[in-house]
């Protein structure tokens, strides 16, 4: 049937022949108990096609290399296909492989740098099943994402296994267990907890704004610091909405969602309501920052490039002792009047050399909202 390659662990890699390649047009799934004449009902490839998921084309069947990997608990195996196997098949559609199951065996056939990458994928997210994470359409695409093309990779077991989850970033909150889900996103939250002042920088979705109050709501819960503040500029998105009716919470509430939106993902809704009432979080506009001095906190700037170079320098000299400070924006996002100077823009020119101050940059790799979003912001660069 093939020539077979020794390889480490429970693994094993064997080169298939054209005359005995397994791709395939379909693939029907593994269903115990279920009547045979059934079988036709559950067609992975109907499957596919009723999720959105175009099944990938074969590779040339002389390159086709296939990976046995044994799993031990079969109760993980069944949360790791996902239901109908959909957690399969997005991996099938995103590396260009097909994965089929035996037993608490599965089957990864490709070409030899995409079955490599889905292999370590698969052991990724068995590992965190393992370790009592659940796995999600979002987790799936972030360890594609964290697995490099090409790399070499080994199972994850023994020492390997405590050295990678040594690298793994975690920020824990009341609420849940958040994790960067790129490599620029790990190296922007190390860069929250080593630096006092940091920038992220980047387009929409890439989740600037959401780390840096997890990495605060983190930091407040440890003790670290006493208070959150949270300020955005009250800058409207290119639209005059006129006067504002209620109280000035009223008045500025609308500008200030997206922060209360984060927190709420951190605390219980309840928690967070009391917090802001203790003054213990603060979220209010950017113009409320002048002549204040920020102690003990952890300071949030968001929409940055919606800051005027003087509204920049008075909010980057509230810095007091035993504080964080981080500023978030999207230089191609501007709302400010034309002509005016985004104070992004300028402490981007003037504090890129200064000790202790980082700036972390996001592109469109790192969106990790809907897939759409990315090619929609690759479409406005390239279009200048």
């Known amino acids: 049937m093939g020539e077979d390659l020794p390889r480490d662990g429970h693994e094993s890699l ?5 005359e005995t390649a397994i791709f395939q047009s379909s693939v029907q799934l593994s269903l115990a108990g279920v009547p045979e004449p059934c079988h036709h009902m559950f067609n992975r490839s109907a499957m596919e096609h009723c999720l959105g998921l175009i099944p990938p084309s074969p ?7 296939e990976a046995l990997i044994e799993f031990q608990d079969n109760r993980l195996l069944i949360d790791l296909c996902g239901e109908f196997d959909v957690n399969l098949a997005r991996i099938e559609q995103l590396l260009g492989v097909q994965i089929v199951r035996r037993g608490n065996l599965l089957v990864v056939l490709g070409e030899p740098d995409a079955q490599a990458r889905a292999s370590e994928v698969l052991r990724a997210l068995y590992s965190r099943l393992e370790a009592g994470r659940a796995v999600d359409p979002g987790d799936i695409d972030a360890e594609i994402r964290m697995v490099p093309n090409g790399r070499e990779t080994a199972p994850r077991n023994g020492a390997s296994a405590e050295l990678l989850q040594g690298d793994r970033v975690e920020i824990k909150t009341r609420k849940r267990l958040v994790e960067p889900r790129t490599e620029a996103q790990k190296a922007y939250v190390r860069s929250l907890f080593a630096n006092e002042m940091c920038f992220g920088i980047g387009p929409a979705g890439t ?3 959401y780390l840096a109050v997890a990495v605060g709501v983190n930091m407040f819960i440890e003790g670290h610091v006493d208070r959150i503040v949270l300020s955005r500029p009250a800058v409207e998105a290119g639209e005059k909405l006129g ?3 209620g109280d000035m919470k009223d008045k500025v509430d609308p500008y200030m969602q997206p922060l209360y939106d984060a927190l709420n993902d951190f ?8 917090l802001i009432e203790e003054k213990r979080i603060e979220i209010a506009p950017l113009a409320f920052m002048r002549g204040r001095t920020l102690s003990n906190a952890f300071v949030v700037l ?3 490039q919606n800051a005027t170079s003087m509204q920049m320098k008075m909010f980057l000299t509230r810095l007091g002792r035993n504080s964080r400070m981080v500023i978030t924006g999207d230089r191609t996002q501007v709302d400010l009047p034309r002509g005016a100077q985004s104070g992004l823009q300028d402490a981007e020119r003037l504090l890129s050399g200064i000790d202790k101050i980082s ?7 790192d969106v990790v909202r809907h897939p759409l979003v990315a090619k929609i912001i690759e479409a406005y660069e390239a279009d200048g």
């Open 59 to 65: 590779p040339p069947a002389d390159r086709a290399v």
């Open 302 to 304: 968001d929409e940055a």
């Open 359 to 365: 700036f972390n940059y996001f592109t469109s790799k």
């Open 267 to 274: 605390f219980p809704g309840k928690q967070t309501a009391k």
């Open 14 to 18: 064997r080169v298939v022949p054209p």
């Open 243 to 245: 006067y504002l009716p």
């Open 207 to 209: 989740g600037k704004t």
